[in-house]
Antibody, heavy 118, light 108 residues
Framework: EVQLVQSGAEVKKPGESLKISCQGS????????IAWVRQMPGKGLEWVGI????????RYSPSFQGQVTISVDKSINTAYLQWSSLKASDTAMYFC???????????WGQGTLVTVSS | DIQMTQSPSTLSASVGDRVTITCRAS??????LAWYQQKPGKAPKLLIY???SLESGVPSRFSGSGSGTEFTLTISSLQPDDFATYYC??????????FGQGTKLEIK
């Protein structure tokens, strides 16, 4: 059974850095794109970016390019989403999701709530 | 960029009703459309992919149709578990995955 398990909730101050994770199991990790999706409080879903663990090919939504970094550690079947300097507007729930072919997101992590407040 | 517009934004219905949610794309996306269900505090769940293919394990009362720019999600007979928010998502564009703004299905 495919499972994506995300790291726990985080509370940070503006300007701090953060890296959240998404660990995959039950499938061949390197063969399945992993996407990140943002949901701000009370709002809809926004695609952040996507990575192919096999070769670390990474693509970003234009809205998030330069604002976040997506990476992967194949040795522990884990994908990451990181910020170098958080803003209050980064407060949101972040989901990882596995992308099937040709493009639907068929498995989702449980979400990581990121709260940025002074 | 492709824009995805769902209607209505909110829908009030009763158990047993047949309901339809519409999703319109700003340009043709062929059949590269998915539908998701999201309940409060939970991750989205894939219901329909490639416009009309039912994801494994999803009840057959859910169905999808359409191609090009206009798509619909239909629930044939609403059950209590179906009250949630529904999102469409296009994946026609090269490495762009745009969601609709969501439709909240409420109990009348």
């Amino acid at each position: 059974e495919v499972q994506l398990v995300q790291s726990g909730a985080e509370v940070k101050k503006p300007g701090e850095s953060l890296k959240i994770s998404c660990q995959g199991s039950g499938y061949t990790f390197t063969n399945y794109w992993i996407a990140w999706v943002r949901q701000m409080p009370g709002k809809g879903l926004e695609w952040v970016g996507i990575i192919y663990p096999g070769d670390s090919d990474t693509r970003y939504s234009p809205s998030f390019q330069g604002q976040v970094t997506i990476s992967v550690d194949k040795s522990i079947n884990t994908a990451y989403l990181q910020w170098s300097s958080l803003k209050a507007s980064d407060t949101a729930m972040y989901f990882c999701a596995g992308r099937s072919d040709p493009g639907e997101f068929d498995h989702w992590g449980q979400g990581t709530l990121v709260t940025v407040s002074s | 960029d492709i824009q995805m517009t769902q209607s209505p934004s909110t829908l009030s219905a009763s158990v047993g009703d047949r309901v339809t949610i519409t999703c319109r794309a700003s340009q043709s996306i062929s059949s590269w459309l998915a539908w998701y269900q999201q309940k409060p505090g939970k991750a989205p769940k894939l219901l329909i992919y490639k416009a009309s293919s039912l994801e494994s394990g999803v009840p057959s009362r859910f169905s999808g149709s359409g191609s090009g720019t206009e798509f619909t999600l239909t629930i044939s007979s609403l059950q209590p578990d179906d009250f949630a928010t529904y999102y469409c998502q296009e994946y026609n564009s090269f490495f762009m995955y745009t969601f609709g703004q969501g439709t909240k299905l409420e109990i009348k």
